[in-house]
């Protein structure tokens, strides 16, 4: 059976005269290796998924059960899980025929820096239930496959060592309670050399994830994993997600107002993410923020608030391309990026994608996730006769009534 495969490979190759001849098929960083030989390609289990979304049963089949939930969970009803993915079946594609595309290109440049490729890691708490030491793995991936990471943070060794890509640090907001934290945040990130600070404006409150409710999920195990013992058990959480608690907060949660202090603060690029909104947009442009995500959090906050792409035309609109707008919420297909850039995205954010290619496979499911997924969209670039990112204008789409 497998050698019948191998055969119908290679003489497929042989037919099309491609890179894949004489039994090698194209490099793969986390290999170490120029070329892969067609036996190491089509024997690997890290190279069987055939995309990226092949990569969610094979992480389902090595993670505890309550870490796949908390990984794969959105708040209340998963109404805008479930939209995050269906607004892209709303947008068609409209090819441009017989436009040269012997060479692709998916170089993008944001804050004057060039990007191989439009595509970003989004930050994810909770990444050691994945994998251990999940932080610096996916940030070692990232640096290997020069892709930009928004870190959570605790990858001092990696920055420190000025290796691989730019890196932006997220915070929540926490850090900004008085001028003291503030400064004392800004000043560290400078230092460590993260080139951006990216602030999700839209967890002032933890939402219902009602998986880890059921599943008595402690916050902690993010860290530590969940801690089962010999016999299989969950020990009796500490701090477990709970419903049916008021919410308040002792202090007041971050406004306006913090944006146009940490404005003034600092110099590197400010990045909010969660803006769904056009009148938020115009609020980003006017304190001085440098790019805009359009994320609703993975569906993990507010649900009910659609998929990130019905989002997207607003917030461009009202941005009028005086700041960069990226996106994230349901990237799993070279399309679903290509129709983003059509309507006026930088670049797109993907994180469960590359959190299933750590916890199956580690550092290289993590590169081989994103090394699929930017391939894909090489090659509906070029389906679509837009052989570089300039090219790929709002003309290439329209939104099914
Ligand atoms: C397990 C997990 C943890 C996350 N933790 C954070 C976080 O700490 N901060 C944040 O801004 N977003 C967080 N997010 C949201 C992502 O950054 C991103 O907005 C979203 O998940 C992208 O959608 P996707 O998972 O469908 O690709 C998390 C998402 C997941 C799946």
Not at 114 to 142: Q, S
Not at 159 to 171: D, I, R
Not at 293 to 308: E, K, P, W, Y
Request: net charge positive; glycine share 10%.
């Amino acid at each position: 059976m497998r050698s019948t495969r191998r055969n119908a490979i290679k003489q497929f190759a042989a037919l099309f005269g491609a890179s894949t001849l004489a039994g090698r098929v194209p490099a793969f960083r986390a290999q170490g290796a120029s070329e892969l030989s067609i036996d190491q390609y089509l024997d690997d289990p890290l190279f069987q998924p055939a995309s990226i979304m092949d990569f969610e049963p094979l992480a389902k089949a090595k993670l505890d059960k309550l870490a796949y939930d908390y990984l794969v969970g959105g708040s209340e009803d998963e109404v805008s899980l479930r939209d995050n993915r269906s607004g892209f079946d709303r947008i068609i594609l409209r090819p441009k025929a017989l436009v040269d595309v012997h060479k692709i290109d998916l170089s993008v440049e944001v804050f004057g820096q060039k990007w191989e490729h439009p595509i970003f890691l989004c930050p994810a708490g909770g990444k050691n239930c994945f994998h251990p030491d999940g932080e610096n793995t996916v940030a070692r991936a990232a640096a290997a496959s020069k892709t930009l990471q928004i870190t959570n943070g605790g990858i001092q060794k990696l920055l420190e060592s000025g290796k691989g890509p730019v890196w932006w640090q997220v915070t929540t907001g926490g850090d900004f309670r008085t001028p003291q934290t503030m400064r004392a945040f800004v000043k560290r990130l400078e230092d460590q050399g993260c080139s951006a600070i990216c602030f999700t404006t839209d967890i002032m409150y933890v939402s219902h994830r009602e998986r880890n409710i059921r599943n008595k999920f402690d916050r902690s195990w993010g860290e530590t994993g969940v801690p089962r013992d010999a016999q299989g058990n969950v020990p009796r959480p500490k701090n477990p997600e709970l419903t049916g608690i008021y919410p308040s907060r002792p202090a007041p949660t971050p406004t306006w107002e913090t944006v146009r202090e940490l404005r003034a603060l600092t110099k590197l690029p400010i990045v909010l993410k969660g803006i769904l909104r056009a009148e938020d947009a115009k609020l980003c442009l006017e304190t001085g923020v440098s790019g805009i995500i359009v994320s609703n959090h993975g569906a993990r906050q507010l649900d009910h608030v659609g998929g990130t792409i019905e989002a997207l035309p607003e917030v461009v609109d009202a941005v009028g391309g005086k700041i960069p707008v990226m996106i994230d919420g349901g990237f799993r297909r070279g399309t679903d990026i290509l129709k983003a850039l059509a309507l006026g995205a930088k670049a797109v954010g993907i994180a469960r994608p590359y959190l299933f290619g750590l916890a199956a496979f580690g550092q290289a499911g993590v590169e081989r996730v994103i090394h699929l997924l930017r391939t894909e969209l090489a090659l509906n670039m070029g389906l679509a006769g837009t052989p570089n990112i300039g090219s790929i204008e709002r003309s290439l789409v329209r939104i099914r009534s």
